[in-house]
């Protein structure tokens, strides 16, 4: 028969036993909250007052409930008032030592039969539990902040944890609302164990000046439509507790890429933590608040003093997908563009695939009819290079093989007239040798559009050694133009987006060979307790696997970090044919 959970104890009143508490307490527990002082305990119910305020505010909450919230919470600074909790949950900070030291209190307090959790999200459960009498019934249970809104909750079994126990508990955590994913002990669970390793990469490309703080977050949120980017969150987080959650990573893994980036000890011994000091990767108006000011990193809004060169009339190579998306984005905002493609039918099929884009923007009635037919006539198509020769700029958008793109460029460098700006798409090439394939590498930029290049905002700009300032400074301007959003980054595999995300994905696919979760677990804690638009393996799937594994042998040939090593279950799948979603099979089945 099931425990009965109706008394909750909570030890921690910071921003997450907070958080915990008002959770609790919103589903109708009575909770009793244990803090270490009186300043303690004012600023976890000031914390408390705040977000109920704010979501009465909203008309999530009514104010009779709010009251009747709050009189469910009491708080103590003495653990014995918690001896007849039928659970105990620990948010203290992440230091075992403190934990294990109430953990042994709690265990000759408590009630036999009482579960004992902590919210710790990377310290070993089983090191805390061993000092109890109890570790049958001392669990993981890892809330995700903001405890209020995130519904992942990491329950986390130790080898002696007793399966009723575990039964109670996420009978328990899906009567608050929440969705449990039952892990075993090791550390970063899920979530933090695939978070944290491109957070801590984040840091290592601002430490070593690759690009700006707001281009890496852009790029992210742009790029992959991540709620926030790395170093924001890690703001929110806090660069005293990444660190700490990334230490404890480390010192289990003996992995390089979860040693902290020394940046962060810097800004954590200059208490620059994040929004809770006012002052992390961003300064914001206040402590706790999440309103960014501008600093002295802030960029100017004022666009370069090195004047951009006249843009008006654009050559597209290439008729797949992406080239037809740029050259429509480039005809939609009032640019002359030649589509050059092999032959002339392949030219005239990849206008028609315009043709049928734009349709469906009319249809959608985000187009005009009138604005379709002018968008289509400032669309030329064109065989031989030489149609080129009259282009300002043109856009190489043919198969991600250098061999390839060196042909082009080196054609181009023969027909394109002094001063015109030719610009790669590459995703993972690199730009500088295909700028050499030219006798003008400093007109060479690369200009990386993400699919479908009629709806993402995004554009990498990326500049050689050889590129000229000139060059960057209209390959800006034109992105500003079309609408897009462009970062700047240096010309080293992965940029910026790829660089970030594909090791995560292989993370990923290694914690799966690892048989530490089943994919839909990691899928579903991503998701859900990070608020990512899709999970590793659904996005791989998409992706597909075959162009995921070339990525990642491209990172790990340039930077020849271990853990960039492509995951052999990634390289077995390729083999294997299953692709993904262009397949019908890749981690999963499509029908």
Partial sequence: MA??????????????????????????????VVEVDAAGVERGLGHLEHSTKRAVKREKLTEAENTALHSRVSTSLDLTTLADCDLVIEAVPESVELKTGIFKQLDEILKPE???????????????????????????????????????????????TEPD??????????????????????????????????LNHAVKMLESKYATREDLDAAMRYGCGYPMGPLALLDLIGLDTAYEILDTMYHQSRNRLH??????????????LGRKTG???????????????????????????????????????????????????????????????RTLDKAEKAIGAARKSLDRAVSKGKLAEADRDATLARITPAVEFVELADCDLIVEAVAEEIGIKKEVFAALDEVCKPGAVLATTTSSLPVIEIAAATSRPEDVVGLHFFNPAQVMK?????????????????????????????????????????ALLFPYLNDAVKMLEAHYAEADDIDNAMKVGCGLPM???????????????????????????????????????????RLGRKTGKGFRDYS
């Fill in 3 to 32: 425990r009965e959970i109706n008394t909750v104890g909570v030890v921690g009143f910071g921003t997450m036993g907070a958080g915990i508490v008002e959770v609790l307490a919103r589903t109708g527990l009575a909770v009793k």
């Fill in 114 to 160: 009482a579960i004992i959790a902590s919210n710790t999200s990377s310290l070993s459960i089983t090191e805390i539990s061993v000092v109890t009498q109890r570790p049958g019934k001392v669990v993981g249970l890892h809330f995700f902040n903001p405890t209020q809104v995130l519904k992942l909750v990491e329950v986390v079994r130790t080898v002696v």
């Fill in 165 to 198: 126990v575990i039964t109670d508990v996420v009978a328990f955590t899906e009567r608050l609302g929440k969705s449990p994913v039952v892990i075993g002990d090791r550390a970063g669970f899920i979530a933090n164990a695939l978070l944290f390793p491109y």
């Fill in 259 to 272: 040693a902290p980036a020394p940046l962060l000890k810097q800004m954590i011994t200059a208490n620059l």
């Fill in 279 to 341: 002052r992390g990767f961003y300064t914001y108006d206040g402590p706790d608040s999440p309103v960014v000011v501008k600093d002295a990193q802030t960029p100017s809004e004022v666009d370069s003093a090195v004047p951009a060169r006249e843009i008006q009339r654009v050559g597209v190579i290439g008729t797949g997908t992406m080239a037809t998306g740029i050259a429509e984005v480039f005809a939609k905002r009032g640019y002359d563009v030649v589509l050059r493609a």
């Fill in 458 to 498: 995004l554009v990498e700009i990326v500049e050689t050694i050889s590129t000229g300032a000139d060059v960057v400074a209209t390959a800006r301007k034109i992105c500003l133009d079309l609408g897009k959003r462009p970062v700047h980054c240096g010309d080293v595999a992965g940029f910026i987006v790829n």
């Fill in 535 to 577: 999970g590793p393996f659904a996005l791989l799937d998409v992706v597909g696997l075959d162009v995921s594994l070339a990525i990642q042998r491209t990172l790990y040939m340039e930077f020849r970090e271990p853990g960039f090593a492509p995951a052999p279950l990634l390289e077995h799948l390729v083999t294997a044919g």
